[in-house]
């Protein structure tokens, strides 16, 4: 996780930038979320869900959020907890389950903030029925997942032979599509395992979860070298929320 781009905390700078109204956040690989999206962010409650790694939280915390940043993992938590600490910033770690919200009070924020991540999840609806019970009537969600259609395709292979071939049933699981070999193999490298998951179960879970969908869009990746990017959006980001 340490080289990832997505675990390279953000600079004093970017901070200080974020604090006079200058920033922007992704919960996509690299269009950055409409602004409109958040509204005034001064005052409002945020939780940053299975969103550590020292960026978007410190950024939406310098913006003016109390922000509350809920992660699985405690590497990416400590990432949002040094920014915080260099910048004295009003973020809040907390190590946990994204199914699992229960030590979080009902109705307690404003804005959940969920990019891409809950592809390391087998099932979504608890991850959307809890984001459900901590949102306050009339606040949002804003989430990012995978398009479905990617979990169609062995990416390492497609980098090799320069084809994108259907090979997978979907939807798809590690667990499922891998063999014994090579799930021991991610394991022992300590990466999480990944599943993929339908529309119904991304856009229609949260609606059916009690969220009126109020925005989308989709994404490509950062750059061109992903053989699937150059066909197909590769994510997509929505804006649901909880009737008063």
Known sequence: MSGSIWAQPVDEATIAQARTGTWEVVLTPKTPVPKAWFGDLRGQRVLCLASGGGQQAPILAAAGATVVSFDLSEEQLRKDQLVAER????????????????????????????????????????????????????????????????????????ESTGQLLAK?????????????????????????????HSLTAQIGGQIEAGF?????????????????????????????????
């Open 87 to 158: 910048d004295r910033l009003d973020l809040h770690c907390v190590r946990g389950d994204m199914t699992d919200l229960s030590c979080l009070a009902a109705a307690s924020f404003d804005l959940i903030f969920h990019p891409v991540s809950n592809v390391f999840v087998p099932d979504l609806a608890s991850v959307w029925r809890e984001c459900h019970r901590v949102v306050r009537p009339g606040g949002a969600l804003l989430a990012g997942f995978m398009n479905p259609a990617m979990f169609l395709f062995d990416h390492h292979e497609a």
């Open 212 to 244: 009126l969908l109020a925005g989308l869009y989709e994404d490509h990746w950062l750059d061109d070298t992903w053989l699937f990017s150059n066909f197909s959006p590769v994510s997509i980001a929505t804006r649901a929320l909880r009737p008063r």
């Open 168 to 196: 997978f049933r979907l939807p798809y699981s590690d667990q499922a599509s891998l063999s014994p070999a090579q799930l021991q193999a991610k394991l022992d490298r300590n990466e999480p395992l990944e599943f993929s």
